[in-house]
Structure formats: structure tokens, C-alpha cells
């Protein structure tokens, strides 16, 4: 089966590339405490921008998981502009996707592709910069600085337990949370491979501003995170999408979709949620303008130039093979684990409810799970996602742990 056979041959050439970037990714999580984060990104000047930008580009979050903790920077003490500038540029690249980009497309869009971030993310947190600086109801206004935050720590774990954790999250906290979109990425790629005819494009090669503009109308209501956005990228490529529009994909689809706008504009104010996506969109076409005839294209498509044009395969090897049944034992794993979890919140009946709006994916769930375990009294805590519920047992202050949860950057309901 053709479509089968695409799936199989893109998994091989990404899983080996996706299991580094998740095992750098808890290494991330675990050895870089989040609280350092904030406390650089106070000033809303150039400098605490680009330093949001910098921290944004390597870290492995989606567009959801990075929302409760931009929201929680921003109630940290970081400005609106080095938020929005970390909120640009986190969603649209990662250490996993860079490796992944790198494995697929080749070494000319790994670079390209977080330098966009970095120029787009650091252009956008400046533009909001100036309009919070000019917007008479933000004047001498600031966030208070409270002791909560993305990631609270009572001790200095040892060295075998910050690995134990780098692990975990890596490989189940992070599979749980890109696992979906990843698959989702790599059957659209594969339904598109087979099914798409190899012309369709064709008539847009030379308009490849309309392609642009089409690309975009896809992708911000689409959400697809910065990994899973890579075979779609070079399925269409291989059927005649010029590099600079792919790179458009693969830029407005991980960080611009409507539940981020949403909530943008409610925590930062409609005109920063206006400069936000404006940023992705206009920084997105501009450089994939540039990628188009400002550079070698030969740069962008020789990594495709051995691939048979309307089909995607692959010499299979005994390593790539391996990776990829390791990466599909995780999924497995990953949702077993999920199940089970969801059952056991379900059976038990002695904990306190507390339903929290905003959490969207498991890196939200490992932020909550992890701060309300340290409130006094407090004896454990699962959080399930479905129900957006979390299970506080223990004999606790609740006032304490509803003022955890808003500075954490939820919102919690009655």
C-alpha cells in the first residue's frame, strides 16, 4: 500500500533525529531551572526581547504548552513584549524539530528555520514593546513578582534524580504531548504524497505570493506543532510548493492558530494579540520571499533531488528501523500510560476537585502536577486533561492552592 509505505519510509528518516531532540529536550526541562527564565525577561527594552527569543527558539514546546507558561512568565514579572517574543518564537521550533528538520529537509532549512523564529520573534516582542509603551491604559503598570511559577522547586534534586526527570519528561510527558500531532503530520503527509497529483501545484509555481497567502489561510486555523509540520512541508515541496512557501508552513502553522490568539488577547490585550500574529504572518512570507529569490534554491531541494517525484522512499537500515520501533513503542507506552492514569483519577474518590481552564497538553499537566505538590499538606496530585480536573489529596489550604493555580497562569472555576 503506497500510503502505508510513505508513512513508514518518513517515520524512518525522523525517528532517530525526534528521539535526540526529546532526550535533549528533558535534559532542557530537568538541568534549567525556569524561574532564571523570568527573571531576564523583566525589562521591556530590546535586550530582555532577544533573550526571550533566545530561550524560545531550542525549547520543545507547542503552541498549547507554551501558553500557561508565557502567561505565567508574564505574572512573573516579564514584560508583554519579552512574552509575546517568547510566545513567537518557542511554538515554531525546538531542538527536536531542528533535528528533525535537519533529517527531512535538509541542513539549508535547519539553519533558516530558527533564524526566522529568532528575527520574527525578536521584531514582534519590539512592536509590542512601543504599543504597550504608547497605550495610555499600560502606563507605569507592571506585573507583581510572586514566589509561583512554571516550574517551583523546595530542593536542589540530585544529579540521578534530574536524569530520572529529564528522561520521564522527555520521553512520556513530551510524547504525550507532540505524539498526536506527529502521527496526524505523517498520515496528512502521506495521504498528500499519494493522492495529491504531482501537478496540482504546478500553477502556482510561478505566483509563489498567492501560494503564500493560500498556505497561510491553511495554516493558522489548522494547528500542527513545529514537528509534525515537517513531512506536510516536504510532501508539498515534492509536488511543486516552492522551499519559501513550505518554509511559511512551517512557520505560521505551529505558532499561529485561534486558541492561542484567544488567549493572547485576553492575557495581553487584543493589540498585542494583533502584533503577534501579524508578526508570524508578514515575517513568515518575508523570509520565505527571501528563500525564494534571494537564495540558491538548489540549497532547499537537494535533499529531494534523490527522491522519485510523487512518491517518497527510502533505503531502510537496521538503525533508522530500530528508531522508529522504539519511538512507536513510547506512543504505545505514552497512551497506555494515559489510560491508565484517567482510570485511576476516575476510581478515586477522596481527593479534592478543582476544575482549571487552560491546560491543553501534558506539558500543562506536569506544570500543575508538579507546583501543587509542593503546597504544604498536600499528598499527591494527578491532574486529567479531558476533564481539565486536577485531584488534590491531602489536608491543604484550598485558598493556597487556587492562588497556585492563577499564578501558574490558569484560571481556576467554581
Known sequence: MEILDAFINMLNEMSPYILLGLFIAGLLHAFVPARIMSRHLSGSGWRSVLKAAMIGVPLPLCSCGVLPTAVAMRRNGASRAASASFLI???????????????????????????????????????????????????????????????????????????KEALYYGFVQMVQSIGKWLVLGLVIAALITVLVPADFFVSLGDRPLLAMLAVVAIAVP??????????????????????????????????????????????????????????????????????DYLLPREWFTLPLAALPHGAYHAALSWFDTLCSVILAGLLVTAFILKLHNRKHQTITTMSKEYKI?????????????????????????????SSGIAYVEGDHDHAAVIEKIKSLGFDPLP
Open 89 to 163: 518564537s518557542t511554538p515554531q521550533t525546538g531542538v527536536d524539530s531542528i533535528a528533525a528538520t535537519y533529517s527531512l529537509l535538509g541542513p539549508a532549512f535547519a539553519v533558516v528555520r530558527p533564524v526566522a523564529a529568532l528575527v520574527t520573534a525578536a521584531v514582534g516582542g519590539c512592536l509590542v514593546g512601543v504599543s504597550e509603551t504608547r497605550s495610555a491604559d499600560n502606563a507605569g503598570t507592571s506585573c507583581p513578582v510572586t514566589d509561583g511559577g512554571a516550574v517551583a522547586e523546595a530542593h536542589t534534586p540530585s544529579f540521578a534524580a534530574r536524569m
Open 222 to 291: 489548522m494547528y500542527v506543532c513545529a514537528t509534525g509540520s515537517i513531512p506536510i512541508a516536504l510532501s508539498l515541496m515534492m509536488k511543486g510548493l516552492s522551499p519559501g512557501t513550505a518554509l511559511v508552513l512551517l512557520m505560521a502553522g505551529p505558532a499561529a492558530n485561534f486558541a492561542s490568539i484567544a488567549i493572547i488577547s485576553r492575557t495581553m490585550g487584543r493589540r498585542s494579540a494583533a502584533v503577534y500574529i501579524s508578526s508570524i504572518v508578514v515575517g513568515a512570507m518575508a523570509f520565505g520571499l527571501a528563500i
Open 357 to 385: 481552564k487552560g491546560m491543553s497538553c501534558a506539558h500543562c499537566k506536569a506544570t500543575v502536577e508538579k507546583n501543587l505538590a509542593l503546597i504544604p499538606g498536600v499528598t499527591s496530585v494527578a491532574v486529567d486533561l
